[in-house]
């Protein structure tokens, strides 16, 4: 690699892929996936007839050994990122006294520890090279309640609270962590709502439309990026006035 190289968890689809092919414009850019071979594989065909420099690996975020495998492979061979993205996020919703323990477990191991488990490996090296930035993509379920998302909106309130304590512990070696919170995104699940559904779902925000993931993927790039180089610690949220 060549460029600054940045790491993208949970890169195969959605908010994830649009991150990828948007970053790998001014990065290298290497992404992890779980379960979703087959989307990482034309992922990484659609970046490369675009000659964008990207590689793919499949890792468990949730696993600590998986991904100290994986940082020790990446830090030998490309050295230290100039970046992290925290994207992986899985949803296990259900009412609270109904929760599964291990569907809390599971939910609370990918969105949050994996976020902890990448930065113990990641970190010590970003701290010598003395730069760099963080970006969790956090919700806008950390803000606002929502009926069945005990869990999801935990673990996403908790990279607000991650995040505004690493940026205080990690300001002097010039690495910034700031979280995107994202609203209601376009994606496949909502795509095959009914015309009703969509509606109903657009009433409630204020802008009537849904987020777009490649507008997610350009307001993480303004936070990785130089342009915001005196602001971190903070959330930026992106809900179309939702949460207003």
Known sequence: MQKKWILVTGGSRGIGAALVQYLAREYDVVFTWKDQQSRAESLLNE????????????????????????????????GAPFGIIHNAGITRDALHFKQDINDWETLIGTNLNAVFYWNQQLLPSMM??????????SSVSALK???????????????????????????????????????????????QMSDHEQKALKSNIPLRRLG????????????????????????LVLDGGMSA
């Open 145 to 191: 309640g929502n009926i069945g998302q005990v869990a999801y909106s935990a673990s996403k309130a908790g990279m607000l609270g991650m995040a505004r304590s690493l940026a205080r512990e990690v300001a002097r070696f010039n690495i910034r962590v700031n979280c995107v919170l994202p609203g209601l995104i376009e994606t496949e699940m909502t795509t």
């Open 128 to 137: 010598e090279q003395g730069s760099g930035s963080i970006v969790m993509i």
């Open 47 to 78: 970046c490369r007839a675009l000659s964008l420099n990207v590689s793919g690996y499949r890792c468990d975020g949730s696993k600590p050994t998986e991904v100290k495998a994986l940082a020790q492979q990446l830090l030998t061979e490309y």
């Open 212 to 235: 777009r993931a490649d507008e997610v993927a350009q307001a993480t790039a303004y936070l990785i990026g130089e342009a915001s180089s005196y602001m971190t610690g903070q959330s």
